[in-house]
């Protein structure tokens, strides 16, 4: 059974940071798309970051290029979205999603074959 657990959520200040990780589970790590969404209160779930199998391709949505980073250490099945410069509009429950069976993430969240329970962040102002 393939299990994915974020980590690394809380409580930050506008401009801190934080490094959210996602542990994989149960099937190869590396034969995996891996992507992190979002879902604010009352707002639709939203594609923040991707990264294809072996991390040569990495996207992201405008709203977060050049202040999130994500990468992935396939030898410890982990992924990680380095979150720097937080907003207040940032605040939201953080999913990791797996999408197998394809090199490339898409940023469309019913592609995505397993998912993560969440971690909460909140950026105060």
């Known amino acids: 059974q393939v299990q994915l657990v974020e980590s690394g959520g809380g409580l930050v200040q506008a401009g801190g940071s934080l490094r959210l990780s996602c542990a994989v589970s149960g099937r190869t790590l590396s034969s995996a798309a891996m992507g992190w969404f979002r879902q604010a209160p009352g707002k639709e779930r939203e594609f923040v970051a991707g990264i294809s199998r072996i991390g040569t391709s990495t996207y992201y949505v405008d709203s977060v290029k050049g202040r999130f980073t994500i990468s992935r250490d396939n030898a410890k099945n982990t992924v990680f979205l380095q979150m720097n410069s937080l907003k207040p509009e940032d605040t939201a429950v953080y999913s990791c999603?797996?999408?197998?069976?394809?090199?490339?993430?898409?940023?469309?969240?019913?592609?995505?074959?397993?998912w993560g329970q969440g971690t909460p962040v909140t950026v105060s102002s």
């Open positions: 999603a797996a999408e197998y069976g394809t090199s490339v993430p898409l940023p469309i969240w019913d592609t995505y074959d397993y």
